[in-house]
């Protein structure tokens, strides 16, 4: 095999087991960037060998070799002022019994996920954490979505490294008891970076687009791992439901184009009805949460490609029900907009005006949503205002300009 | 895996712990970390109103009233214990008598992680 082709199996495992590689190595010594650390010698040591010996049988048990052995070499390093012999004797006997029986090796992942959004572990530093280890995306890249320097992610994500490392955060699935809260750090983390990527733009090959892909990735890397957590196939469902108005966002000429006049046709039908059975399989756990409300409501817009309709009645139950489970302006706005809609919007203008204002001041979907409630009651000055401070309010030139033309019909 | 944990408390408390509760709290705490085997030291600590502070500069020594900063919280406490992990060690900071109050602060003793085996 020549250098090329080497080079190309290299990456194709990489694509599919980084996160398994990373996370197995990681379990064992509780140590995520030595385990990266002696999975990124392995890959070059196979790089130097496959091209000249060929392919080994199973790529990926060469790989998991290569790295416990660098792994052992760098505990020995470690530990020379340690009397640390018999645990280096368990360590290498580990990795032979490894290499012996070794094309199928325990699935980590979701142990790694479980560290990787640790309470003990900066917020700030957890999807990043995720994506780096359990996708195996570079930190570059990570650091451009996140809008922040290169060296500055570099640093978030060592130092919370050495965190896990030195506080010897565990690698283990959390005990019922703990599990809501655990897994909800975990989906927090997950959905975190899909609506940085998401609510941001319309120019399909960001970093910020790309980031609300690897998320998807993230939610179904869980969904397969547990594939019985209502909250995590909700949360999937919900990212499915987003992205598959992807290409009806934006109209050809680059105007923003809200979603209840999006063109249905250009909806992926394919990724609706996945997530629509995403949320049946949640369902039928009847353990209902955040994201299984937030799924849902994105069916019923979804489902306006078949019935022409949106039920804003349903909608504003399920923001109700959102209020109680995960109390946040966000579902009091949805809820406001949806009330709108069914001839309540003297009761949605009340609900706006309930919420604090300096919570609001920044927030550009109340305004939006004051101004939509605002022309319902056809008070088309003080809804052309709100539009105006909506628009002034956001970072995205073409939501500004539609929120522009919004305002602009109401003079 | 050995680790600290370390009780914050602002300086009123130091005038208000000697009541019996908190007292006994304080000591069955302590019994049952020896109970559950991972005790390994600690000690409450007298008010930060009777400290004093030490330095060494240019080979001269220097010593003030006091603690070394004036700060909002003092600590009040500190405990070692020898548990697997930080969850392990979580759990027995919150059960501490004075973390529904104040603060514990965990924290791993330097090159703690080599002072017992991995476990697998």
Known sequence: MNEPAAHATIEEVVRHSYGRLVAYLAARTGDVAGAEDALSDALMRALARWSVDG????????????????????FRRQAVRQDAAAFLQQVAAEAETMAERSD?????????LFVCAHPGIDPA??????????????????????LVSPSAMEQRLVRAKQKIRSAAVPFRVPEPAEWDERV?????????????????VSDESSAPRALARDAVALGRTLVQLRPQEPEALGLLALMLHCEAREAARFADDGRFVPLDEQDTARWSQPLIREAEDLLRRAAAERKPGRFQLEAAIQSIHAHRAISGTIDWAEIALLYEGLMRLAPGIGSQIGRAVALAEIGRADEALQALEGISTERVAAHQPYWAARAHVLRRLERREEARAAFTR??????HPALRAHLFRRAADEI | MKYALLVHVPPSHFEQRDDAATVAAGRAYGEALQAAGIFVGGAGLGSPRHATTVSVRDGKRQVHDGPYAETKEFLAGFGIIDVPDLDTALEWAARH???????VEVRPLLGAQFASAPKR
């Open chain 1, 55 to 74: 392919m080994p049988d199973k790529p990926e048990a060469w790989l998991l070799r290569a790295a416990r052995n660098r792994q052992i070499d760098a």
């Open chain 1, 184 to 200: 909800s750090f975990v989906l927090d983390a997950i959905y975190s970076a899909y609506t940085a990527g998401w609510e941001s």
């Open chain 2, 97 to 103: 008598p004075l973390a529904d109050r104040f603060s």
């Open chain 1, 390 to 395: 909506a628009a002034s309010l956001t970072e």
């Open chain 1, 104 to 112: 199928e090796f325990p699935d980590e992942r979701l142990k790694l």
């Open chain 1, 125 to 146: 530093a957890r999807t990043p954490l995720m994506l780096q280890t359990v996708l195996g995306i570079e930190s570059a890249r990570i650091a451009s979505a996140f």
